[in-house]
Nanobody, 122 residues
Framework: VQLQASGGGLVQAGGSLRLSCAAS????????MGWFRQAPGKEREFVAA????????NYADSMKGRFTLSRDNAKNTVYLQMNSLKPEDTAVYYC????????????????WGQGTLVTVSS
């Protein structure tokens, strides 16, 4: 399983970004996919995840209502739409995959992308 995260950049507070996680063939239809983030000096933090079984999603409480996870099976890509961004959302965002798990514990994910940096200016 190979994952490639992209879409990060610099945005002003209140703005939006859409991150993409391009996966190797059939990954998004046979693996659960998650997003995590890590700010400098902080622990890796769960953002959201989606299961391939029925498309159910799981969000961290602080992301609910601002972030939306979706997938495009034909493109083998999972998207994280981030709206109403805040300076505290600044972090490196990683996508990850597990055969079934789509919870918030990052050590339980088996595969990781390289990360994409999101910077939100105030």
């Amino acid at each position: 399983v190979q994952l490639q995260a992209s879409g990060g950049g610099l945005v002003q507070a209140g703005g939006s970004l859409r991150l993409s996680c391009a996966a190797s063939e059939r990954t998004v239809t046979t693996y659960s996919m998650g997003w995590f983030r890590q700010a400098p000096g902080k622990e890796r933090e769960f953002v959201a995840a989606i299961t391939w079984i029925d498309g159910s999603t799981n969000y961290a409480d602080s992301m609910k209502g601002r972030f939306t996870l979706s997938r495009d099976n034909a493109k083998n890509t999972v998207y994280l739409q981030m709206n109403s961004l805040k300076p505290e959302d600044t972090a490196v965002y990683y996508c990850a995959a597990h055969r079934f798990y789509y919870g918030s514990s990052w050590p339980d994910y088996d595969y990781w992308g390289q990360g994409t940096l999101v910077t939100v200016s105030s």
